[in-house]
């Protein structure tokens, strides 16, 4: 198969596995608010903000993906880098158990939103938290080989049914018990399950692959954590920067702020990790056209990533923007208030950055430019923490302080930075790059966004039930971006579909 049709594939793949991921989402969602009631909003801050220790996670998987695609033709060293990943997240785990144990006893004095009626449930669910945790943690060993043997496919089926199964799980524990502590049950063993399903994927689809810890040398290791510790404080820094945001909410707002928050950003949050999952589709192959010395390969995978990257997004963000209410509406079967609505628009407009520009993200780490990405994402959860607290004296509404720090400091560092640094760090023209990847796309939106205007005004959301308009305007977006922007590409996608 060839690269740009392996590429459109493993996002496709990608795209499916999270779509499943956001449908069981969406239901579980809705499913644990109506059964939990009033504790929801503790459940979504233990549940959300507890998430540091998935700091390590993600730089511990990011490290393995870019490890195996240099090294996937050196099969014994590829497993000693997969054997130390393992060991070192394996520490990492029980050290994150332990933490939830020791902070359960401290977590209804921390959180105003906590009361004393729930203190006793929030206990024994933040230690679930920390078990459910440990078990994603191992997971990234197994995960991110697969990734970096570009096996994107059998890593998101195994994903989906595990998903699958949290979804069967919860439901059924929450008919026989309402608890909160019955849901992150159900997380836990859902997760325990997709460690070992991970696992058992990974050593039949890699041959001779397996964890030898035995064999573990100091300069493996030593590799591991300098390629890791910029991956920790570049992804870290995004997951302590929205954990920490949504524990700010907590301590000084209510539940009800904390509830207001978490359902305004579950879509967003959804399509941001699609984004991602996407674009890390490119930090394998652009890891191995470098190690090759194929630069110019390496700049048209960067424009081809930034192209469907950005389409993609565009048609998704605009839908959402424009169909907020009626879709939140919808998902809970009743009137949703207009501040929800309003920090959900407020949070789709700093995903757009991402959309856009954040193919940048895995490129650099893959040709190996850290530093400036470390220095930046550091940067920017700072900013977002301090701009979060100066807004939260008096200027907004608790659940939006948050949702406008995001959007500003977001556009701040992937809308106008990353994508200035990458072009300045190739040499690449700044408008050969806005002409092959972004003008296609651009046109597709703003061609969108008017003949939706032009609808709305012969066809008044008064006047016609909302379903009709979601409809037509659904149409009309992907007709723009499929006939202006994605021809090719959509081509691609169906041939290596029906190859298959």
């Known amino acids: 198969m060839s690269l740009r049709k392996r590429i459109i594939m493993n996002a496709g793949s990608n795209w499916v596995g999270m779509l499943v991921a956001a449908a069981v989402g969406l239901v579980l969602f809705r499913t644990i608010r109506h059964n939990l009631g009033a504790s929801?909003?503790?459940?979504?801050?233990?549940?959300?903000?507890?998430?540091?220790?998935?700091?390590?996670?993600?730089?511990?998987?990011?490290?393995?993906?870019?490890?195996?695609?240099?090294?996937?033709?050196?099969?014994?060293?590829?497993?000693?880098?997969?054997?130390?990943?393992?060991?070192?997240?394996?520490?990492?785990?029980?050290?994150?158990?332990?933490?939830?144990?020791?902070?359960s006893f401290f977590v209804s004095d921390i959180f105003t939103a906590i009361t004393s009626e729930s203190a006793r449930e929030a206990q024994i669910t933040c230690i679930?938290?920390?078990?459910?945790?440990?078990?994603?943690?191992?997971?990234?060993?197994?995960?991110?080989?697969?990734?970096?043997?570009?096996?994107?496919?059998?890593?998101?089926?195994?994903?989906?049914?595990?998903?699958?199964?949290?979804?069967?799980?919860?439901?059924g524990i929450l008919s026989l018990w309402k608890s909160m502590i019955a849901v992150q049950l159900a997380s836990a063993t859902a997760a325990a399950?997709?460690?070992?399903?991970?696992?058992?994927?990974?050593?039949?689809?890699?041959?001779?692959?397996?964890?030898?810890?035995?064999?573990?040398?100091?300069?493996?290791?030593?590799?591991?954590?300098?390629?890791?510790?910029?991956?920790?404080?570049?992804?870290?820094?995004?997951?302590?920067?929205?954990?920490?945001?949504?524990?700010?909410?907590?301590?000084v707002g209510s539940a009800e702020d904390v509830e207001v928050y978490a359902i305004a950003s579950m879509i967003p949050s959804f399509v941001r990790g699609l984004l991602a999952g996407t674009q890390n589709i490119f930090l394998p192959v652009i890891t191995s056209l470098n190690a090759g010395g194929q630069t110019e390969r390496v700049k048209a995978?960067?424009?081809?990533?930034?192209?469907?990257?950005?389409?993609?997004?565009?048609?998704?963000?605009?839908?959402?923007?424009?169909?907020?209410?009626?879709?939140?509406?919808?998902w809970f079967k009743e009137a949703v208030p207009s501040e929800t609505v309003l920090v959900m628009q407020v949070?789709?407009?700093?995903?757009?950055?991402?959309?856009?520009?954040?193919?940048?993200?895995?490129?650099?780490?893959?040709?190996?430019?850290?530093?400036?990405?470390?220095?930046?994402?550091?940067?920017?959860?700072?900013?977002?923490?301090?701009?979060?607290?100066?807004?939260?004296?008096?200027?907004?509404?608790?659940?939006?302080?948050?949702?406008?720090?995001?959007?500003?400091?977001?556009?701040?560092?992937?809308?106008?930075?990353?994508?200035?640094?990458?072009?300045?760090?190739?040499?690449m023209h700044p408008y050969e790059y806005l002409k092959d990847s972004l003008s296609q796309p651009l046109a597709a939106s703003l061609v969108s966004i008017t003949a939706m205007w032009v609808l709305s005004s012969i066809l008044p959301k008064e006047n016609v039930h909302w379903v009709l308009m979601l409809t037509l305007s659904i149409v009309i977006v992907i007709a723009s971006f499929t006939a202006i922007s994605l021809r090719k590409e959509t081509a691609d996608f169906i041939a290596a579909v029906r190859k298959k």
């Open 40 to 103: 929801f909003g503790v459940w979504a801050l233990l549940s959300t903000g507890l998430r540091y220790p998935m700091i390590l996670e993600q730089a511990f998987s990011l490290s393995t993906n870019r490890f195996v695609a240099f090294y996937r033709d050196n099969i014994e060293q590829m497993n000693r880098f997969v054997s130390a990943s393992f060991g070192i997240l394996m520490g990492l785990a029980f050290l994150t158990v332990a933490a939830a144990f020791l902070l």
């Open 128 to 171: 679930l938290v920390g078990v459910t945790l440990a078990f994603k943690i191992v997971e990234a060993s197994f995960g991110g080989a697969l990734r970096g043997y570009q096996y994107h496919t059998r890593s998101n089926i195994a994903a989906i049914a595990a998903n699958l199964l949290r979804l069967g799980l919860t439901v």
């Open 193 to 251: 399950a997709s460690l070992l399903l991970m696992f058992s994927v990974a050593r039949k689809s890699i041959e001779g692959f397996r964890i030898v810890v035995s064999k573990i040398g100091k300069n493996t290791i030593r590799e591991i954590f300098r390629h890791t510790g910029h991956a920790t404080a570049r992804s870290g820094s995004m997951v302590f920067m929205f954990s920490t945001l949504v524990l700010v909410v907590g301590k």
């Open 301 to 330: 995978v960067i424009k081809k990533g930034t192209h469907i990257s950005s389409a993609l997004a565009g048609a998704l963000l605009i839908l959402l923007f424009a169909f907020a209410r009626e879709i939140l509406s919808i």
């Open 347 to 427: 949070l789709i407009i700093s995903v757009v950055g991402r959309g856009f520009f954040g193919i940048w993200l895995p490129s650099l780490a893959g040709i190996g430019h850290l530093r400036g990405l470390t220095i930046a994402a550091i940067t920017t959860a700072i900013i977002a923490i301090i701009l979060e607290l100066i807004l939260l004296q008096g200027f907004v509404s608790v659940p939006l302080a948050p949702s406008i720090a995001l959007a500003v400091v977001l556009w701040a560092y992937m809308g106008l930075w990353l994508p200035l640094y990458g072009l300045r760090k190739l040499e």
